[in-house]
Structures are given as structure tokens and as C-alpha cells.
């Protein structure tokens, strides 16, 4: 990624997220969140908007009771983001 580009989407319309923004968040180093990537402990999901939300999606990140999630259109400029804790599944 280049140029400030923060979400990507490629032509099978997987996005790719800044890992600098997403490890940030979640308060770690990219290398905290590339290990925690790589031991299955980070959950990803893409919600596609409907109705009056047509055209934007929805990328969440769960890692224990980190939840990182972002709002991105179409041309996958990010509208809005959060990061919050949450209670962590048992």
C-alpha cells in the first residue's frame, strides 16, 4: 500500500487493511499483530451493506476482547472506524 491507502479491495473484492492502522488500534506493534495473525487468534468479517447502506461495507477484527471494525465504500475510502473492548466469548 502506498500513498496513504488504508483499504484496499482486489478484483474478487477481498479487502486488504493497513496493518499499521489495525495493530495501532488494537494498541500492539505490527509484529504483536502479525503473531497473534499467525497463531489464528485474530478473526476477520466483511458485512455487505443493504438497502440505504448499498455500497459500503463492513470489516471487523476480533482478537480476544479487542474488536476493531471500520465502515468502507465502494471506492474503499474508510468512512468511519472504532476500536472498543468487549467481553470475551467463554
Not at 21 to 41: C, K, T, Y
Request: glycine share 12%; proline share 1%; charged share 25%.
Amino acid at each position: 500500500m502506498t500513498g496513504g491507502e488504508l483499504v484496499l479491495s482486489d478484483a474478487s473484492g477481498d479487502f486488504t487493511l493497513d496493518a499499521a492502522l489495525v495493530a495501532q488500534g488494537f494498541g500492539w506493534s505490527q509484529d504483536e499483530l502479525q503473531n497473534h495473525m499467525r497463531r489464528g487468534h485474530v478473526i476477520s468479517r466483511v458485512e455487505r451493506g443493504e438497502g440505504e447502506d448499498e455500497g459500503r461495507w463492513r470489516l471487523s477484527l476480533r482478537c480476544g476482547n479487542r474488536l476493531w471494525r471500520a465502515v468502507v465504500t465502494q471506492d474503499c475510502v474508510m468512512i468511519e472506524h472504532e476500536v472498543a473492548f468487549t467481553h470475551h466469548p467463554a
